[in-house]
């Protein structure tokens, strides 16, 4: 589907939200994470606490830093800000030394402050981050060695995870790629040996390893990922299944609302970059539908809730859902014309404006809880609050929106 016409009002809304989020890119976002979260002596803190205090004994995360790496190398693509590049290529640096495992292949989970192997365990969402950002890099440089080590850990994903048997890609290993007990990615996820999650991050990698390397293995596992998600993953109602056991089999009823909408484009740009029309045609034939499901959670205020359980709602706005889900709804307008996408995307940056973005210290709160206070307990910066997701929903309208 080619883009819509538009009319002049909403394209000058789509402007002017272009230009909000270039300015809370590049005067919050970014500079936030260079100045409070690069070490000038090298390395970053690890953790920087609800109420904004540094923690530089934390652990250091394999997904914060690709995250960084990836966002600052976008970052740099779009706006060539050569600060831009010397933070991509410093957390670059510190993927390749302290991250991946020169020994097995691979990259660990964490290492400790001053960058040891802490968790060495292999966990497939993590490396596929580091593709992410790697490719990135590769994309706004041409750095070759970045190039050399995203197919590196393809491979390592091909040859360690992918289930010849029953397709897929299982969860995670110890270090030298046996099975490992405990599989999963945080306590709150079920301890199965497939999720949702890491298929859609491992799709994400692999879309943008394919804009800046051609392989026919490659191709065929991205256009695998897509089925994946077509026959395994998306329920009849719209919604993702989140869990699955090694035979595909799901028991949980979980609604993930910010996975929704996240899902509802990327999956979108899976099947552009794919170039193949027979699969972008039913990819497009389903991201009305996601994107539907999904606002289930959509509030009348403008925010996203976080999930449902059996039946009971989570109504914390946790950051990245917002993120998302201005991406997810600016999509449905953007390619599909669909006027009442641009308004809940308008409405959703409303509502980060008023209640997510922490305006006296910068970046993001965790969340809005439920009961309307600021979540000022969760991480500001951290193995899960990274620059990744807000920033690439200003990235991503910007890049769709000239000014």
Known sequence: MGKTEKTSAELFAAQALSSQLRKELTGNILPYWMTKVCLPEGGFIGRIDGEDNPCPDAP????????????????????RNEDYLKTALHAKKLLLERFY????????????????PLDTKKQIYALAFSIYG?????????????????????????????????????EAFTREWNPIEDMRLSDKDANESKTMNT?????????ALSRVWKNPLLEKRLLGLIG??????????????????????????????GHDIEASWLLHEAALVSGDPAVLERIEALVPKIVAAAAEGFSDEGGMAYETVSGETDGDRHWWVQAETVVGFFNLWDSFGEQEGLENALMCWDF???HIIDKEKGEWFWSLRSDG??????????????PYHNGRMCMEIIERISL
Do not use: P
């Open 373 to 386: 206070t600021a979540n000022r307990t969760d991480d500001k910066a951290g193995f899960w609050k990274c």
């Open 199 to 207: 298929h859609l991050h491992v799709l994400e990698a692999y879309t």
């Open 228 to 257: 994946i998600f077509e026959d395994r993953i998306l329920g009849s109602d719209g919604h993702l299944r989140l869990f699955f056991d090694e035979d595909w089999n799901c028991s949980y009823d979980i609604v993930s609302y």
């Open 134 to 170: 790697l490719a990135e890099l590769n994309r706004a440089t041409g750095d070759a060695e970045s190039l050399e080590y995203a197919i590196k850990l393809f491979r390592s994903i091909e040859e360690q995870s992918f289930d010849e048997e029953k397709d897929g890609y299982f």
């Open 60 to 79: 250091v995360g394999n997904i914060m830093t690709a995250r960084i790496l990836w966002t600052f190398a976008s970052a740099y693509r779009i706006f």
């Open 101 to 116: 495992d020169k020994e097995f292949g691979g990259t660990y989970w964490s290492v400790s402050a001053d960058g040891a």
């Open 352 to 354: 980060i404006k008023a």
